[in-house]
């Protein structure tokens, strides 16, 4: 019986027309350009401004450039799986709202929530269903409106986050490209430090609730960056033992894009030199669940067929992990 791998085959990226710039938050709040870069590394982060553009919306985009470049029909998908925290509604789905908007009428859907570890866990998901033979063609979808769920008033918040999505189409491998291996982790008692109180059962929106602004997102900044670089790193070894991986073996590291100094940290643990580890959080800050498809989408022409890439990535709940994949195709 033949074996599959759930190979990446092409990649679509999104983000909002509209810019704000760090100059732009220092009008709003008690900060400046010098300080969020220093910090964060950010510069500008794109984000929706018009009225009626969602998370779905977004999604479509990124989608819609994936099959694009992959000469694919929506019909042609079987299966289309949406990471976010931040969707159109709480019912339905964002994923399935998406498929309707690119009429796709032979797939199904769902979404997961995992803050910035989504896609990641999406993505080893999506490979389940390639890897069983249930499906052919599933699509892994990474989209969030941060804007929506960031108090511009809180300076510790508001300078990290933007608005994105990513997409990518897994297809069978027959000569193992593709995913390889996932090491992921779940630990609940960090919801306390990073998360959005509101909206859900445990405490539903009230006028109270709203003058208190406790449905935007909250985190104990110095409590999150600790338990970031532990966990991704943490995963990393951990994958790469698994694997009998080198680092001289990887092409790329991909991780999520939160903090420039996270992002540093992980490389320096690992001694891996830094023009390998893909960052494009200048540009768009963190998107969350876009950020591993937004490097890619970045990257792709730097990439070669056989490349060994490891993703990293660590969100609110605590969620994080580690994935291995070997590249498809040569980036163009």
Avoid at 217 to 232: E, L
Avoid at 272 to 279: C, G, H, N
Avoid at 282 to 296: D, S, V
């Amino acid at each position: 019986m033949t074996k599959f791998t759930a190979a990446i085959t092409s990649v679509g990226g999104y983000v909002p027309k509209d810019i704000l710039t760090n100059e732009d938050l220092a009008k709003m709040v008690d900060t400046s350009d010098e300080w969020i870069t220093s910090r964060t590394g950010i510069k500008e982060r794109h984000i929706i401004k018009e009225k009626g553009i969602a998370a779905s919306d977004l999604g479509v985009e990124a989608v819609k450039i994936a099959l694009e470049k992959r000469n694919m029909d929506p019909s042609e998908i079987d299966l289309l799986i949406c990471a976010t925290i931040s969707p159109d509604m709480r019912v339905p789905d964002t994923a399935n709202t998406i498929l309707d908007k690119i009429g796709a009428k032979n797939a199904w859907g769902f979404d997961i929530n995992a803050a910035c570890s989504g896609f990641l866990f999406a993505l080893t998901t999506g490979a389940q269903f390639i890897e069983s033979g249930m499906h052919k063609k599933v699509v892994v979808v990474g989209s969030d409106v941060m804007s929506t769920v960031v108090d511009y008033t809180d300076r510790t918040t508001c300078i990290l986050f933007g608005d994105g999505a990513g997409a990518v189409i897994l297809e069978a491998s027959e000569e193992g490209f593709g995913l390889q291996d996932s090491v992921l982790r779940g630990d609940g008692s960090g919801r306390n430090m990073l998360n959005i109180k509101a909206g859900g059962s445990l405490m539903p929106i009230t006028n109270e609730i709203l003058e208190g602004k406790d449905m935007y997102i909250y985190q104990d900044g110095k409590s999150v960056f600790k338990a970031a670089v532990n966990g991704m790193s943490g995963a990393i070894n951990q994958l790469m033992a698994r694997n009998d991986l080198a680092k001289e073996d990887i092409s790329w590291i991909v991780p999520h894009q939160a903090n420039k100094r996270i992002i540093n940290s992980i490389g320096e643990y690992l001694d891996f030199p830094m023009e390998k580890v893909m960052t494009n959080i200048a540009k768009y800050g963190n998107t969350t669940a876009a950020t591993l498809p937004l490097c890619l989408f970045d990257y792709e022409s730097q990439l070669k067929k056989g490349d060994k890439l490891v993703f990293t990535a660590f969100g609110g709940g605590f969620t994080w992990g580690a994935s291995y994949l070997i590249w498809a195709y040569d980036g163009q």
